[in-house]
């Protein structure tokens, strides 16, 4: 009895795992199911199975049309204003009313798929919050009277202490009031490099503690932290409307209120104003409400976004919806995230500096043997850049400390060592071995690593996050299309100017949290328009959601990728330009579709009812334009 009850458990589980997985394409589903019927119904039609013909088409309506039905039904009655889904609806039943079931199935049939497409964008929008609020800690070890024990965030008030442990993420924001370590603060900055805080210093909810314990004071609740601002930020961002849509949504409205209202006189005023027969007033207005059915205008525009969100996925451009990829071609301005989008996001050493009177190779190796035990962004740099310069027999040194913040003592082949920062090694000593070539550096936007051996200074490194090969490139092609670009980054004034420059960017604006960020983005729609974000972190992602158009990195953390309009697959930012081309390409047809559309459905219209429009050719019109706008649509295909 036990087996049968646990294997109809099982089968239950079963069961609804798939009905989880299949529920958020349930429209995509009728819509096909709906097409596959169409395809019988016209079959049977075709073989003069008449009664089964109407049976499939009536199946196509309902399943094809229940969800757009639903919607509109349900709008009417909450907004009291009919809608373009309730003209879909009267546009198939008015065809089949006068015997045209196919027509009236296929009008279903493309607002169906529409409206799944529409159902997914939705959908995959909902996972951005969630994932912003894994980073959110649920958990905090608090200290009272010495002794700890571990409560939920939102039990921790202004004042309580906590303790944080190396690899741990901070779970408010707060004051160090004991110990020294780095802090990962890409989630708030974005930069790739720890930062050094000791007692006094500032921490961020989300950031994570590298390597030092730290007792922390709670300064703000859990809900008034730096990081859940991002989350509220990025929420703010998404239910805003556009123009566009709001205009949209206004159109719609009018639209279907002017259709009706002429079809409803239209069964009535000729009778008693013309002298046309019932049947010939009601044959009349069945075809006014066939051809004024906006199944033209629909496929003026989705086979035509489809076409050229289809061609950016051939070539590494993904586009979340058709509204992204129709904004990119009113661009003015875009800004950029500096770290992982127009640099690579890593430092990399760039210049050497060694004593004359030592060997360059052998000392590299044993700084990289002493660093190889450090899991510091920087001392990894430094091994890498030994590793593939032929250093690969790296030794274990006698001794090793770490001194957080500052840099690592060591003993080596019978040597003290220090490396790390000027102050940790010798200000003075530093500035005498540099000559003034570590104020050159520093300019450059690099940051500098000194080396001594018994207490001299041997050498310096120079480290840099490097800007991508293709930034230029890029950043010139926009230029050339009159765009212009600004950096926002993290860096201190001097490393953004370094790199700005580097970058060929018009603009940049440095120290920017991702309150800056936001509030940048707000300054540059009003300066310029239309504005574009690109970046690849957590802390883009409220910008990125701000913009007009977010554009996300391929390789960028998963918040940036789910907050983002467009995706560019291989961080390929050249790809940026040609994006824009392709919406300018996908505009013009779309203009030159609505267009022919508009004029085909006023030429239809005027036939009708100067009576020589017969329904045959007020159909093979009707059709005949929705094909021809498809087919227009389908050049976008093309590279």
Known sequence: MNAEVKALEKHTEVTESIFEKVKPHTELIAAITSGVLIAAGWLLEKFDFSTLSIISFLFAFAIGGYAKAKEGIVDTIENKELNVEMLMIFAAVGSAIIGYWTEGAILIFIFAISGALETYTMNKSHKEISALMELQPEEALLITNGTERTVHVSQLVVGDLILVKPGERVPSDGKIIKGQSNLDEA?????????????????????????????????????????????????????????????????????????????????????????????????????????????????????????????????????????????????????FDKTGTLTKGKPEVTDVIVSEDLDQHKLLLAVASIENHSNHPLAQAIVSYVKTSGGSDLVHPESIEDVSGWGVKARLDGFDWKIGKAAFIGKDQAEQFSNGVAKKLAVEGKTIVYISQNDTIVALLALKDIVREETKKAIDLLKTKGIYTIMLTGDSEKTAEAIANESHVNEYVAECLPETKVEKLKELRERFGTVAMVGDGINDAPALATANVGIAMGEGSDVALETADIVLMKNDLPRIAEAITLSERMNRIIKQNVIFSISIIMVLIASNFLQFLDLPYGVIGHEGSTILVILNSLRLLKS
Not at 189 to 203: H, L, R, Y
Not at 204 to 217: K, Q, Y
Not at 218 to 239: G, M, N, R
Request: glycine share 8%.
């Open 187 to 335: 989630a708030i900055t974005g930069e790739s490099i720890p930062v050094s805080k000791g007692v006094g210093k500032d921490v961020f909810a989300g950031t994570v503690n590298v390597n030092g314990s730290l007792t922390i004071e709670i300064t703000k609740p859990s809900t008034e932290t730096l990081f859940h601002k991002i989350i509220q930020l990025v929420q703010s961002a998404q239910s805003e409307k556009s123009p566009s849509q709001l205009f949209i949504e206004k159109f719609e409205g009018t639209y279907v209120k002017v259709v009706l209202a002429v079809v409803v006189l239209m069964m009535f005023v000729p009778h008693y104003a013309l002298g046309w027969t019932w049947t010939e007033t009601f044959y009349r207005a069945m075809i006014l409400l066939v051809v004024a059915s906006p199944c033209a205008l629909v496929a003026s525009i989705m086979p035509a976004t489809l076409s050229a969100i289809s061609n950016g996925a051939k070539h590494g451009i993904l586009f979340k919806g058709g509204v992204h990829l129709e904004n990119l071609s009113h661009l003015q301005a875009i800004a």
